[in-house]
T-cell receptor, first 117, second 113 residues
């Protein structure tokens, strides 16, 4: 089954304790992205990757790191989590091809609900 | 100024009616537009996409795009209680390597029996 998986699904942690949220896709997609979703603010992009070893900042990258060492995996790292990073996080992936008509539908993972105390 | 704007709702419609969801965008470079449905606590799922001016129909759903007015809409015919969800409008432009989606905050739809 084609899917994007995230782990853990739920996490409660304390300020300053490093954590990693994993994301994996089995669709051989080049493009992967992390979003956070907050009430009233919608989905905002944190980081994205267009292929292995190619990553770039989205709209809200502060306090986050990512890596893309393998095509299927795109972990999100919070080196020193703070309460303002409490949010619902989604990983997404898609093909990456240019040109009119290239829709490149993004498929979303199930989400990770993170609480930082 | 938000790049993609939606009325947060809730929009309440009776079962069987047409629900009309609207979205405006500010970036004229946006090339394609997406409607995602999101149930509470779940991940967004794609309903429709559109990139040409006019209407595009898929079952009970019709997406409409007017690039001159920078306006996108989603019509849901014969609304069902199972359509009750938050609908996210997203625009894709040239930023982020040409694959970045910019989302609106979503419109909550309630279909009442």
């Amino acid at each position: 089954e084609a899917q994007v998986t995230q782990n853990p699904r739920y996490l409660i942690t304390v300020t300053g304790k490093k954590l990693t949220v994993t994301c994996s896709q089995n669709m051989n997609h080049e493009y992967m992205s992390w979003y956070r979703q907050d009430p009233g603010l919608g989905l905002r992009q944190i980081y994205y990757s267009m292929n292995v070893e190619v990553t770039d900042k989205g709209d809200v990258p502060e306090g986050y790191k990512v890596s893309r060492k393998e095509k299927r995996n795109f972990p999100l790292i919070l080196e020193s989590p703070s309460p303002n990073q409490t949010s619902l996080y989604f990983c997404a992936s898609s093909l990456f091809s240019r040109g009119q008509g290239r829709v490149n539908e993004q498929f979303f993972g199930p989400g990770t609900r993170l609480t930082v105390l | 100024q938000k790049e993609v704007e939606q009325n947060s709702g809730p929009l309440s419609v009776p079962e069987g009616a047409i629900a009309s969801l609207n979205c405006t965008y500010s970036d004229r470079g946006s090339q394609s537009f997406f409607w995602y449905r999101q149930y509470s606590g779940k991940s967004p799922e794609l309903i429709m996409f559109i990139y040409s001016n006019g209407d595009k129909e898929d079952g009970r759903f019709t997406a409409q795009l007017n690039k001159a007015s920078q306006y996108v809409s989603l019509l849901i015919r014969d609304s069902q209680p199972s359509d009750s969800a938050t609908y996210l409008c997203a625009a894709k432009g040239l930023t982020g390597g040409g694959n970045k989606l910019t989302f609106g905050t979503g419109t909550q739809l309630k279909v009442e029996l």
